[in-house]
Each structure stands twice: as C-alpha cells, then as structure tokens.
C-alpha cells in the first residue's frame, strides 16, 4: 500500500546490487511511494546485469561510479541533477565490504592495507559523498542523508571483524556532518542499525547463519528484514522525520535493548550438566 510520501522527491541510491539488497527493497519501494531518483554502483557491479532490471522497473537512470572516488562521485551527483531537473531530496549510502573479511583474515591478524580498503570503502565514502554534495550544493533545504550502519560499531560481536570500525567512523561521520549540514542548510543526517539481514554482502560474515538465530530469538520483536528496512527507510526521506538528525536509529526488534533474554536464559542453563533447574515460568508473567 502506497502513502505517496516521496511524491515529488528526487534522490539517488548508491548500493543496489541485487534483489536481497537493501538499497534495491530502497529503491522499489521508493519508486512506489512517487520518487524519482538515480541509481549507482561499482562497475565491477554493473557487470553482474541486474541493477539494470531495477533501473527498468523504476525508471530510473544507471550511473557507475567507485564511491572512494571524489571524481566519480562529483559525476554521478551533477549527473544526476541534470537528469533529475534539479536539486535532490535524498541519498542513500549502503555500501560496505572488507578485504579482510572476505580473506578470512582474522581481527588479530588483519592486512592493513585491506583495513584502509575497508574503511575507505565502508565509511570514508559517506564523508566523500556528504562533501561532494554539500560543495555542489546538491540537497534541498529539508532533505535527508541515510547510511547503514550495524550494531558491531558499538559492540563487539564475533566474526563483524574490521567492518566494525568502519561502521563506527560511518556513525561519527553522520554526526559530524549533520551538525554542518543541520546548521547550515537544514538537511538531516543519520545511520539505520540494522538487524543482520542475508544479503549478498552480509552473507560473507562468519557465522551469519547462527547470528540471524541468535539475534532472531534475542529480539522481542524479531530480526527485521530488508523489506522493513527500506520501509524505515522511507520515513527518514519523507517530510514526517523533518527534525530527526544525527541519530544512529536501532531497527533491529529491540535486540540493542537486550541483555538477556527468557528464552537465551533457559537455553544457558539447559546447556550446562549443573543442580540447577532451567527456568520455565511464563516469560509473560515472570
């Protein structure tokens, strides 16, 4: 159901790269909500072919850039606003990989070169492209910055490795500049934690399997997918977030809120040959 909440916006989404893509469940959805917008990523990632089936379906125009690129990115901005007839409304920044990750190089033995890779990649971009915009003058007075973030920027969590720091920098980075851009233009500026969701990237964190479980469960509300994801998404670009800036906004179930959980409890004390009883009052009542 459509609530044209984005009639009349423009925008740009960089990251789509398939159908489990957050910034691809972004983009359609936003397209339903009445937006107009451009979509880029990597050309390496254009050569796999179906950003261009969302570009088809959204009408919207391909534009490849390498976001660790102030060139590409001045491009694909002033590109953009041509395309668009003028300034934009909205970007989205859901981009993320790590060398390190991907070589299974453990946290204790990273590849440094692989870590300024990382963090170029991960977090350094969103600085890129929030100062490629602001120089360009390239958002209207109003509009909205999104970065995807995780919880691992705050705590540690087993196999999230360096990614962790980047997603800690993409944080201070959209505080940093929210308050600039806040100040000077009226334009917002925040991070979605999302819960772990099976994308092609997140597929490649050790142990994504048994962390979606784990945190599946934690949450009272349960994990939130992609789909809901680009649904949060959407608020933060509409007029109905106009004061919400420099936020890092947990949409995860309430698993930020946790400590331990019923369920976790009884499933620890059954693990254990030990006197004690599990616990099995009524969670609702205990």
Request: charged share 25%.
């Amino acid at each position: 159901m459509a609530y044209n909440l984005l009639k009349g916006k423009k925008g740009i989404i960089f990251g789509a790269l398939d159908n489990k893509s957050i910034a691809w469940k972004v983009a359609e959805l936003a397209h339903e909500e009445g937006a107009v917008f451009t979509l880029s990523n990597t050309p390496t990632a254009l050569r796999f072919g179906e950003i261009n089936e969302l570009a088809e379906k959204c009408n919207a125009t391909v534009i490849p850039a390498d976001a660790t690129s102030v060139e590409d990115l001045t491009r694909v901005i002033e590109q953009s606003m041509e395309i668009l007839g003028g300034k934009v409304d909205f970007i989205l920044h859901s981009i993320g990989m790590s060398l390190n990750v991907r070589k299974k190089r453990v946290y204790s033995d990273l590849d440094y070169n692989y870590l300024m890779k990382t963090l170029d990649i991960s977090a350094v971009s969103f600085h890129k492209m929030l100062q490629t915009a602001y120089k360009l003058d390239a958002i209207n007075e109003w509009g909205s910055v999104v970065g995807l973030s995780y919880i691992a920027a705050q705590r540690t969590l087993y196999g999230y490795n360096d990614m962790a720091d980047a997603k800690a920098l993409l944080e201070s980075v959209a505080r940093s500049f929210g308050y600039i851009y806040g100040r000077e233009r009226k334009i917002r500026v925040n991070t979605i934690s999302q819960s772990p969701t099976y994308t092609t990237a997140g597929s490649g964190v050790k142990g994504i399997d048994s962390l979606m479980d784990f945190t599946d469960r934690m949450s009272p509300l349960g994990n939130a997918t992609a789909d809901e994801c680009a649904s949060y998404c959407i608020t933060l670009f509409s007029d109905l977030t106009k004061k919400v800036t420099m936020q890092n906004l947990f949409h995860d179930g309430g698993f930020s809120s946790m400590g331990m959980s019923w369920k976790a409890m009884k499933m620890y004390n059954k693990s254990f040959n030990c006197d004690c009883d599990p616990i099995d009052e009524d969670p609702i009542t205990d």
